[in-house]
């Protein structure tokens, strides 16, 4: 197989919004970059997302730099298939300049440059932006009896449609927004137990993704001025109330358990000795970044994320990490935040870019 080796300056790892809104900056910046995506379609994980899934903001608050969000006709909060439309749109709009499908297996020290290598070709670049997401590392955690349960176990990157589960009976486990929703259209299907490690925190109704940025903006406004912290959104909760979870709330669907102790062989099994048959267990129980291609330069953590200054990698300052949770820029994984984190960043690369690669901290 003919292989090649390419220079540029700036190398991109993952085309979802991550990667789009940071190549969005990089094309204004006129800088000279690729963006490698390891997904044979656009969309990033979108196109793999249930297919039930909404945003938790109107369109018109879910958009990436420079174009906003069309409407999806007849609905308030934009599905996940409407969603990868526009994600596609976006790379074509902008000309970005994507090449897939190419896998990262690792990224390595050149002397003065990083080494991206593939399956195929080879890319040497000055800066590298990781913003390969969290969806391909599923987090379950190590509970007893889990190799000992009889039934079927799924993670939510498996789920799909209720309708696979019709009449069977599912124990849904975590307390998180995909657990909520989920839950909310088995539970019309299926004889459905939540489990939680603690009792479900819903938003206030009138709560949705535009008032949670607006919060988290007011927090990194003030965190950056030394200011008083102001509320936080975990102190008004965890769930938000889209319109399928508030119709099973509203039909007593949506009564939690406290977190069982652990797996029999026929069920779940509390620490009082109560225990509950089923059929299915299914894990909502979120994601690790994922990091295993920059084995060769940083360590994580026990929760997978690594030390960095902004969005910049401390042990390895030409690499940065794009939208992987609140820890690589406040709302960086939502769509709406994933501008403001790779704006700064692509003004920083461009900067360092002008004056000189900084040595790595070894």
């Not at 910046?29 to 249930?50: E, M, T």
């Not at 996940?80 to 300049?97: I, M, N, Q, T």
Request: net charge negative.
């Amino acid at each position: 197989m003919h292989t090649e080796q390419h220079l540029v300056d700036v190398a991109v790892i993952g085309g979802g919004q991550a990667g789009l809104a940071a190549g969005y900056f990089l094309r204004r910046a006129k800088a000279d970059f690729v963006i490698l995506d390891d997904h044979d379609r656009p969309g990033g994980a979108w196109p793999q997302y249930w297919d039930s899934l909404r945003l938790f903001s109107p369109a018109a608050h879910s958009m990436l730099p420079g174009w906003w969000m069309p409407e999806e006709e007849g609905q308030e909060y934009p599905s996940a298939s409407h969603v990868s439309w526009y994600l596609g749109e976006y790379e074509r709009r902008y000309d970005l300049p994507v090449h897939r499908p190419v896998r990262v297996r690792r990224v390595e020290r050149a002397d003065d440059r990083l080494r991206l290598v593939t399956g195929g070709d080879t890319w040497l670049a000055r800066r590298v932006i990781s913003a390969t997401g969290t969806w391909r590392a599923p987090y379950t955690p190590d509970i007893p009896g889990r190799d000992v349960f009889e039934g079927e176990q799924l993670h939510t990157v498996e789920y799909r449609r209720p309708d696979e589960f019709a009449g069977r009976r599912v124990v849904v486990v975590g307390g998180g927004n995909s657990a909520a929703q989920i839950l909310a259209e088995l539970s019309s299907v299926a004889r459905t137990t939540w489990a939680t490690p603690r009792p479900p925190r819903f938003l206030p109704d009138d709560i949705d993704g535009r008032a949670l940025f607006a919060i988290a903006t007011g927090a990194q406004k003030a965190a950056a001025q030394g200011g008083p912290e102001p509320s936080s959104i975990g102190d008004l909760g965890d769930i938000v109330v889209v319109p399928s979870v508030r119709e099973a709330r509203e039909r007593g669907a949506l009564k939690a358990e406290p977190m069982f102790d652990h797996l029999t062989r026929t069920g779940v099994a509390w620490a009082d000795g109560s225990t509950q048959d089923c059929d299915v267990i299914l894990w909502c129980t979120g994601f690790r970044p994922v990091l295993d291609h920059l084995a060769p330069l940083v360590t994580g953590d026990r929760w997978g994320r690594v030390e960095v200054e902004g969005t910049r990698v401390v042990a390895e300052p030409r690499l940065h990490l794009l939208g992987y949770g609140d820890w690589t820029g406040p709302t960086s994984a939502t769509l709406i935040g994933a501008a403001r984190t790779a704006k700064a960043t692509v003004a920083q690369i461009t900067r360092d870019l002008e004056g000189g690669v900084p040595a790595a901290r070894r």
